[in-house]
């Protein structure tokens, strides 16, 4: 079976949720078949991030990363594109490439010496005259390429050849990544430097805290927004706070335009960023400008997550249904001083990060999670998902599934609705179109 | 003579065995106040102009190593201004995470006091080891180089400058809720 042929799938995944209800099914938190169609049905589906420009500027530069649990190399080639491939030699398999990040003008197998370029053209190999004509055709045996496109300096890839464009996939999610990607004309670079770090939780529960959990930061964070803010969260009011969710991509916010910022606890940040916002007003629309940096957090499906007033940007990838890495940077207004860059960094690093002081308290509770389901009776329970379930308003400026009140499991229920969606699919042309597109085949700013 | 050549000369004296248990028994006391868990008492073993710093990690080959910079991500990154909010964190009593309390053992190897050009200040190398036992049965062992500038200040050795190497690519854990 080669990837792609599509087999029916191999159970209905509906019936794990009543999104109605408002439930989900623990079992998909643990059962090592799920996770299984996860990988085929989801990873080796969709559009995932595998680098920012600003992370391989030059040719030759490269990272290496995973798509599901498929190794990848990204690297520049010398011309000017970035090309994503399988990181497997396809002699014997083994790993082609052992580092995290760097700069090559070729990539050699240590096994038996194949050396790929970086765009994963098999290149040569040693004592070719072993092999005699006909044995082998070098343009035929370059690793697996994937699809790669970017978005405002965010580097995608899939391995699906039928997978909708770039585009597409984002839908009009691209008008609230406008908001942290392109509220300045130098845009974002990131800072130098991965954190890595593992946690025994499933993927899925990092990324809906990402996607659309403001309600755990007040209870979860209490101590830590007590550290960082010198007092408690403000009381938690509803009005001008929204969930939007567009193709399982999700964005939970306030629009007070500075209460994520202020965590960061630098004065020369806000005083930065206050002084940008007239001009971020006319780049991006009075609105958006107050959706940056307010108190938010966001998801693109499936695992690239970020907190853009916070300035924190990860992916969470799986490593079987009860373990994750996850992957952090810091990400910083290209333009901004180099001293602001440092704040944005210290207090980034400060809050999210393993050693965080509000992060800290996350993987506790994911662990905790995942672990419980150990219990047979436990796994066959189910988890409570509906709150906000009658809050869905039409918005004259906000584009995708809109529900009012940042406290809200709205963009959970649809993260599960698109996940169950692609696991019930036997192909793209398959997954429902579960909201009215605005921008179309336009742009969104 | 210029400053890195005056460097090297002060680096080449041999520590008295005096200052080398000096310097042990205060980071034996520091180790203890950390698994006690009495953060206060630790952070005025720090000078105020304090740079606890423990940049990420990242596998690179070889000719492409390079040292971290300032500005790289890092697990702590932190002045005393940082470091103070760390511990008020722990001093809330909503910090949920901590309570039931981590159980730690912190052990501090390999010492080597180097003087420096400056009589007052001493670098020293060593070896972090931080042992936790965590929530029911969770154990994560964490070693780190770690590379001190320690100043005597009012007669008191004290933390200058900490720079801490983790030596784990993929740090293996949830939660770095120690100081190495
Ligand atoms: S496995 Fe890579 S060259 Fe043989
Ligand atoms: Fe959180």
Redesign the pocket.
Known sequence: MKPHEHAQPPQDYSRYMDLKEGWVDRRIFWDEAIYERELEAIFARCWQFVAHDSQVPNAGDFVTTYIGEDGVIVSRHTDGEVYVYLNA??????K?CFADEGNARRF???????AYSTAGELLG??SEHAYDPGDIDRTQWGPRKARVASYKGMIFATFDPEAPSLDDYLGDYRWYLDAFLDNDEGGIEFLPGTIKSYANANWKFGVENFIGDAYHAWWTHDAGGRAMMGGPFPPYDPSDTFQASVNGHGWEFALEGVGDIAILGSQEVIDYYTAQRPKMAQRIGELRARLFGSLASAAMFPNMTFLPGIHTFRTWLPRGPRKLELRIWTVVPKNAPESVKQAINIGCNLTFNPAGTLEMDDGENWEGNTRTNRGWVSRHEKLHYGCGKSRQIEHPELPGIVHEGQFNDANQRLFYQRWADLMNAKSWSEVPQRYTPRYAGRPTR | MNAIAKDVQAATQPPSLELVSEVQQFYYREARLKDRQDYRAWLALLTDDIHYWMPARVQRYRRDERPPSRLDSAYYNDSMRELDKRITRLETDTCWTEDPATRTAHLVHNVEVEHTENADEYRVHSISQVYRNMNEDEEHTLYCLREDLLRRVDGQLRVARRLLTLQQNIFMNKSLNVFP
């Open positions: 030699c396809t002699h014997r398999g083994n082609i050699t197998c240590n096994y038996h010496g194949w190999l040693p």
